[in-house]
T-cell receptor, first 111, second 116 residues
Framework: GENVEQHPSTLSVQEGDSAVIKCTYSDSASNYFPWYKQELGKRPQLIIDIRSNVGEKKDQRIAVTLNKTAKHFSLHITETQPEDSAVYFCAAYTNDYKLSFGAGTTVTVRA | GAVVSQHPSRVICKSGTSVKIECRSLDFQATTMFWYRQFPKKSLMLMATSNEGSKATYEQGVEKDKFLINHASLTLSTLTVTSAHPEDSSFYIC????????????FGPGTRLTVL
C-alpha cells in the first residue's frame, strides 16, 4: 500500500515569513495529492490539491509542487498569518480512492 | 460545496455498550464513503471503505465484528462500535466520495467518542 512521510512534525514561523512542508510517497501509481488543514476538534479542510499531470499549482498564498520522478510534493505558504496556525496533513491516493495521510505538521505562526 | 454531516458530534457511553455513528452526504449521492479514526495529536487512519449495497472492506488490523458498517443508501453510512471499551475512545471521521468532483473526498465534522 501507499506510505506517505511528512516533515517536519512541527514548524514555528514568524508572521509574514514562509512555511514549507514536505512529503514523500511510495506508490508510483498515486495520482492525486491533497493537502488538508485541521484545527483542533474539527474536520480536515482541503486547502489545495494537485494531480499527477501537473507540476505546480498556486492559490493566493498557498502553492503546491509535485515531483513525480522523486515522488515528493511540498506545500508552500507565503506571508503567513496567525490564522494559518493549525495542523497540516498531506495525503496521496491511487485509483482506489483510499487516502493515505502523512503524520501531520503542527504549524505555529508567531505574531 | 458538498456537505457531509455526522451524528452525534459527541457521545459518552459506558463500557460494554454499543454506539452508532451516522454519516450523511447532504447534497450529493455517495456510492463510497470512508471511516477514519484519529487519536489525539495523530494522523487520520483509514478503518474501512463503505460501499453502498455491498459489504464494507476493512483495513488490516481493523476488526469487522467490532466496527460494523452499513451503507444502506446513497446518502447514509453508519458505523457501530460494538461492546465499546475505553481503548475505543477516539475521534471518528467519515468522508464521502463525490464522483462529480473528480472523486474528491468530503469530510464529516467528526464524532468524539468517550467510553467510560
Amino acid at each position: 500500500g501507499e506510505n506517505v512521510e511528512q516533515h517536519p512534525s512541527t514548524l514555528s514561523v514568524q508572521e509574514g515569513d514562509s512555511a514549507v512542508i514536505k512529503c514523500t510517497y511510495s506508490d508510483s501509481a498515486s495520482n492525486y495529492f491533497p493537502w488538508y488543514k485541521q484545527e483542533l476538534g474539527k474536520r480536515p479542510q482541503l486547502i489545495i490539491d494537485i494531480r499527477s499531470n501537473v507540476g505546480e499549482k498556486k492559490d493566493q498564498r498557498i502553492a503546491v509542487t509535485l515531483n513525480k520522478t522523486a515522488k515528493h510534493f511540498s506545500l508552500h505558504i507565503t506571508e503567513t498569518q496567525p490564522e494559518d496556525s493549525a495542523v497540516y496533513f498531506c495525503a496521496a491516493y491511487t485509483n482506489d480512492y483510499k487516502l493515505s495521510f502523512g503524520a501531520g505538521t503542527t504549524v505555529t505562526v508567531r505574531a | 460545496g458538498a456537505v457531509v454531516s455526522q451524528h452525534p458530534s459527541r457521545v459518552i457511553c459506558k463500557s460494554g455498550t454499543s454506539v452508532k455513528i451516522e454519516c450523511r452526504s447532504l447534497d450529493f449521492q455517495a456510492t463510497t464513503m470512508f471511516w477514519y479514526r484519529q487519536f489525539p495529536k495523530k494522523s487520520l487512519m483509514l478503518m474501512a471503505t463503505s460501499n453502498e449495497g455491498s459489504k464494507a472492506t476493512y483495513e488490516q488490523g481493523v476488526e469487522k465484528d467490532k466496527f460494523l458498517i452499513n451503507h444502506a443508501s446513497l446518502t447514509l453510512s453508519t458505523l457501530t462500535v460494538t461492546s465499546a471499551h475505553p481503548e475505543d475512545s477516539s475521534f471518528y471521521i467519515c468522508s464521502a466520495l463525490r464522483e462529480a468532483s473528480y472523486n474528491e473526498q468530503f469530510f464529516g465534522p467528526g464524532t468524539r467518542l468517550t467510553v467510560l
